[in-house]
């Protein structure tokens, strides 16, 4: 999640109000930042398919929600695509937030040219970003202008065009996984020029540069803030650890301080994000030299995190820890946010089916996780960076892609009908009893993993759909 924590706002539930046939909540047509043929086709298409009105209504709200409201630029530089995507109602552009938004439209890129314009601009937007400062989680859309955010006076090296530089390993697994992902739906090898191989080689030397071997690295963040979760000890160094292989992340992808440096969920998406550039610099930049580069880092994490990223159960058996140091010590939470312990195969970073993986998410949502939370509006799992007993649904979402369970995922999308507090979209969190009080009401991470849920159940489940809830 975007910027530092939101305030709550709290709404009157108009259930009676959006009983009125769902009147649609998407932007007059002349107001829509981006319109592409191909989305539109599938909303159609896919509304078809569902049977409860309400659900079909939150589908069509919410799927389109980047491209009606946060694509605030689609030109050239250099005469080559570029695009700014912010992430709704935070005017800057986080790697990890824009990848996420863009990437539940990839399977359409080959049916839609404007829309691959779109992917191509973006994807050589990351890149100049990564290239003006590999360690920065957001920025602007002009690279001379300084943060808007607040973030001018933190105590770390803000340079021209950076919104916020709070080191999240995610900020540059997230580029990887969306070149990925529209280098497989298309083959088009536009995007993959010398720019995007530099930023690349960038990307994969600091998060080397981060495992931290010899020396604590360059990267320092200190924030005047009350809050802890805003900023690091030891003069923005961080936490103590031993050097183990894993990568060090600085804060999580709620843009929180990490308690421990080796965040284990984002560790396992770098490992499957490391793969996936290779993939995309082996056959479409053709670099040999550096897909060995990036293959040879995701194995030796992977082996760190066999011997030092798990933790005991409680029950005699193990589950993947949230956080750790390398002297022994270890957390077990989950964060909301993806990368999380109970989203991993979201990414790639585990299989569906893998025991290690089931009995960590089955931990993560229990009372074990001091972020789960169970209340008379719903259950899931929320995290530290807007309070106690807010729920994310972003967390349920994850459940739901995650299951196989016909129960569990009816279960789900139930929740998320009665929790969009009459807004017809999906917010950061809402109060697990009261889910007239909610955080973000323009949120597009979250309203587009809620679309990616729907279009996966209407391929792997569509009875699901089919049937009313």
């Not at 292989?245 to 709620?254: A, T, Y």
């Not at 396992?268 to 060995?292: C, I, K, N, P």
């Not at 140091?325 to 893998?354: C, E, H, K, Q, T």
């Not at 789960?372 to 994310?392: C, L, N, Q, T």
Request: neutral net charge; contains cysteine; glycine residues 6%.
């Amino acid at each position: 999640m975007a910027g530092a924590g939101a305030a709550v706002v709290t709404a009157a539930l108009p259930r009676a109000a959006a009983a009125q046939a769902f009147a649609s909540k998407r932007p007059p047509k002349a107001q829509r930042r981006f319109t592409s043929a191909a989305v539109e086709a599938e909303i159609a298409r896919v509304k078809r398919r569902i049977a409860d009105p309400e659900l079909a209504w939150l589908f069509e709200n919410c799927y389109p929600s980047t491209l009606d409201t946060t694509v605030t630029k689609v030109g050239t530089v250099d005469g080559k695509p570029d695009a700014f995507v912010i992430t709704g109602d935070i005017e800057a552009l986080w790697l990890r937030d824009s990848s996420a938004q863009l990437q539940t439209y990839v399977h359409l890129t080959p049916k839609d040219a404007p829309l691959r314009r779109l992917f191509h601009g973006l994807i050589q937007r990351q890149a100049r970003c990564i290239l003006i400062d590999p360690y920065a989680n957001a920025f602007m859309e002009d690279p001379t202008a300084r943060s808007n955010l607040g973030a001018r006076d933190d105590k770390t090296e803000m340079k021209p065009g950076v919104a916020e530089r709070k080191w999240e390993i995610d900020s540059l697994c997230y580029p990887m996984r969306l070149a990925h992902g529209y280098w497989t739906a298309t083959r088009d090898k536009a995007p993959f020029d010398a720019t995007w191989q530099r930023a690349m080689a960038l990307a994969v030397a600091t998060l080397r540069q981060q495992q931290r071997k010899s020396d604590d690295g360059p990267y320092r963040f200190q924030r005047l803030n009350l809050s802890p979760t805003e900023t690091l000890m030891f003069a923005g160094r961080g936490a103590p650890t031993r050097k183990l292989g894993l990568i060090h992340s600085m804060f999580r992808p709620s843009d929180d301080a990490c308690l421990y440096p080796f965040l284990i969920p984002s560790n396992l998406f770098a490992v499957s994000a490391l793969r996936m550039l290779a993939t995309v610099q082996r056959e479409a930049a053709g670099d040999a030299t550096s897909a060995a580069d990036a293959e040879a880092l995701a194995s030796e994490v992977e082996a760190a995190l066999a011997a030092h990223g798990t933790m005991p159960d409680g029950q005699g058996g193990a589950v993947w820890a949230y956080e750790v140091d390398g002297y022994g010590n270890a957390i077990f939470m989950d964060d909301a946010n993806v990368p999380s312990l109970s989203a991993l195969p979201l990414l790639g970073a585990a299989r569906r089916d893998d025991p290690l993986y089931r009995r960590t998410q089955a931990l993560a949502w229990s009372e074990r996780n001091p972020y789960f939370f169970k209340g008379s509006a719903a259950e899931g799992i929320g995290g530290p960076h807007v309070g106690m007993d807010m729920i994310w649904p972003m967390s349920i979402v994850s459940r739901a892609l995650d299951s196989d369970d016909d129960a569990q995922i009816r279960q789900c999308l139930r929740w998320l009908k009665a929790t969009h507090a009459g807004t017809g979209f999906m917010h950061e969190s809402f109060h697990k009893n009261d889910p007239a009080t909610f955080t973000r009401p323009w949120f597009a991470w979250a309203n587009g993993l809620f679309g990616d849920l729907i279009l996966d159940l209407e391929r792997r489940r569509p009875a699901l759909l089919a049937a009313p809830l």
